[in-house]
């Protein structure tokens, strides 16, 4: 794992969010993106190299819409980098690790995504992206 990539938070509105946290860290969104296949809206923020994804539900069903249900908005996963997915992936499942899809999938910011089942890790939804 290479580094914290961002960090993911769970919000009702991109839009409103994007706004307070463009106040907050004195910046703007520099993109927004649909993930159809995660039911899900994404804005990004940049923070000195860090940044800030934040993910509000498309439809009911979207994972997003579940955890804002049970949860409220707040926190809902932080994303590492890594060079080589599947051998990340490989590794964690070879330690025991859930992982939460099989191969990797394409998630936002151009990236190769697999989330890590929170049950093992403490309550925190992990995700590993790779850029591609
Ligand atoms: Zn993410």
Do not use: W
Not at 44 to 52: D, R, S
Not at 106 to 115: I, P, R, S, Y
């Amino acid at each position: 794992m290479n580094k914290i990539e961002h960090i993911g938070i769970a919000v009702n509105s991109v839009k409103l969010a994007g706004d307070i946290y463009e106040r907050l860290l004195n910046t703007t969104v520099y993109k927004t993106e649909d993930v159809a296949s995660e039911g899900v809206k994404t804005a990004f923020l940049q923070a000195g190299p860090n940044k800030i994804e934040l993910l509000e539900a498309t439809n009911p069903d979207s994972p997003i819409a579940k955890f804002i249900e049970k949860r409220g908005e707040g926190i809902h996963h932080i994303a590492f980098e890594v060079t080589d997915i599947e051998a990340q992936m490989q590794r964690l499942k070879n330690e025991g690790f859930v992982l939460l899809n099989e191969t990797p999938k394409q998630g936002a910011d151009n990236k190769l995504v697999c989330f890590v089942h929170p049950k093992g890790t403490n309550g925190v939804l992990i995700e590993l992206c790779q850029s591609i």
